[in-house]
């Protein structure tokens, strides 16, 4: 398992700025779970998010996405060509896809079983 700090520093080196102190404060994002190791290289995490509401006072539900970071350090989107395509676009990985930190953690699990090993 690849701690925060890591996936941070991964993120760094790829040029991105998706664990930057103001993108986070944007979208009151939180790092749920360290990176589960892929056997190419990549991994997956958790995140979750909780935004105000529009047209109300309050906040929505904190909810939960599961991440893929590639193995250059880059956090992708579900339709992102690294994806296996098995794996584009299943719900599993959609943004805020799970109302508990329980069900996303299941969620990678079922997706890191989904991914397919490398080659020999």
Known sequence: MLQASELRRRNR???GHFFDAGTMRM????IESGGTKLPDGGCLFITSE??????DTGRWPRM????V??????VLPTSHPY???K?????????QAHDTLAAARAALL?????WPRKEQ
Not at 27 to 30: H, L, T, V, Y
Not at 87 to 95: A, M, R, T
Not at 110 to 114: F, I, M, S
């Open 13 to 15: 080196r790829a040029a």
């Open 83 to 85: 994806l296996p395509g």
């Open 27 to 30: 979208f009151d994002s939180r």
């Open 69 to 74: 970071m590639g193995p250059d350090g880059s």
């Open 50 to 55: 909780q935004h105000d509401k529009m047209f």
């Open 64 to 67: 939960y996405t599961v991440r």
């Open 110 to 114: 079922r997706v890191a079983a989904a």
């Open 87 to 95: 794996l584009h676009g299943i719900h599993d990985l959609e943004y």
